[in-house]
């Protein structure tokens, strides 16, 4: 139900059926449409369907606590949310958290005190046009339409790949497609945020998949990238670009690594290994060239491939490093082994978006039948 | 983010504090093309105090050395801090954008 132009939807979660009512009835009288919600996790998907643009939310609730609704809802709003709570005691400590929300309102409440707060709230969101939150919807299916539909189904091999986009939208994507001989893959992420990053992800999925039938990774690699970067010169914008080729026979990955510089080998011996960037992003410098690398997937072995949002959380990058490691082999498939490292980087304070994709060669040991 | 610029002799420093993200990007091409028109093509950035930068940091700072180079200068960094310098690495940047220790040895040499 999204909003009709002029219109502000609201969303109250809230249990109480007397508190939630009031809740409702005050935000009408503010010209809201409202949806109401009695418990977290319908609270969530109400907001998603929503794009509400206000969210009173109640701390106690009967499934999950209103602290993960709110981390929840901030990996995809923007909305004010006002958390209520009955415990004064808990307002201190609340505002002492990272928790995302934008204001702490103190139950029993004063429906005058809540108007007057979401009033100046108001205010002061007029500075930022509607315009800017559609652009970011707009930017946001965008970016959801780039990543692959269709599941990997290649024997001995688990692939998955995972995105959590930013609540700025920015212009990671990745993409698989499978080949005669195995797999291509291609993981990027484009400077800035927004539809224009989006928008150059758009491109860059679209040219990378042209050249996907062309014999040698050099030459693909050189006619995308100057394809790419022909597009990109007139918007001073790069690309940091990932793309490898896997022969799945012998596990043999051929890459190329323009400017991206995380991807990680994790051999089963225990060992991890950083393919280096062998040049700049795309749209740097004009006629760049890059040469290609390879690497070899034993089995058991994994190729992990991330954004620098995750990084982003680490001081360092061994610190980086080791965190993936072990995330990833913490966990039994390629799927859960993505979530785990997604989850490195806290929804709350992740400003870029944040992606993985793993390559995963089974172990003589672990073979999945296949299709499982 | 602000940015505050002053001339020395044989090129113009360019200083920030904080974190150089996509809002505070915009600010730096302002601030560079600014110095540039004004015909100070050899800039050097200070980032010693610049704690952050993220890929649209790193965009104008590229689009600030193209500038400053089409207008037959340079643009050279200096007291990079280690986010910084790890993301210089990592997009293979730090060739075109060499880390200085400081402002005045990034144009010492020439």
Known sequence: MPASPGTRCAVVIEDDPDVRGLLVLMLKQLDFDVVEATNGLDGIQAVRESHAALVTLDLGLPDIDGLEVCRRLREFSDAYIMMLTARVDEITRLTGLDTGADDYVNKPFSLKEIQARIRAMLRRSRATPTVASDELFRAAEVQQSLLPKEAVMLDDYDVAG?????????????????????????????????????????????????????????????????????????????????????????????????????????????????????????????????????????????????????????????DFMKHVEIAVRAQPTADLACQAVLDLAPADSAGDDVTALIVRRLGTDARQPAGG | MQFSYEVKDSYTEVKGSGRLNLVAASKLREVVAEVVAAGSSRVAVNLEETVFMDSSGLGALIGCLKAARQAGGDLRISGVQPQVKMVLELTNMDRALTPYPTAEAAFSDD
């Open chain 1, 162 to 318: 995972s995105f959590r986009p930013s609540r700025s939208v920015g212009g990671d994507f990745y993409d698989w497609y499978q080949t005669p001989e195995g797999l291509q893959i291609t993981f990027a992420d484009a400077m800035g945020k927004g539809m224009g990053a989006a928008l150059i992800a758009a491109t860059v999925r679209v040219v990378m998949r042209s050249v996907a039938g062309r014999a040698g990774i050099d030459s693909a690699f050189r006619a995308a990238s100057a394809s790419i970067a022909a597009d990109l010169e007139q918007s001073g914008s790069f690309v940091t670009l990932f793309h490898a080729r896997l022969t799945a026979a012998t596990g043999r990955v051929s890459y190329i690594d323009a400017g991206h510089g995380l991807a990680l080998h994790l051999a089963t011996g225990g060992s991890v290994h950083r393919l280096p960037a062998a040049g700049p992003p795309v749209g740097v410098w004009d006629g760049q060239q890059w040469p290609a690398a390879e690497v070899d997937l034993a089995p058991g072995d994994s190729l992990v491939v991330v954004s620098d949002g995750v990084l982003d959380s680490f001081e360092t990058l061994e």
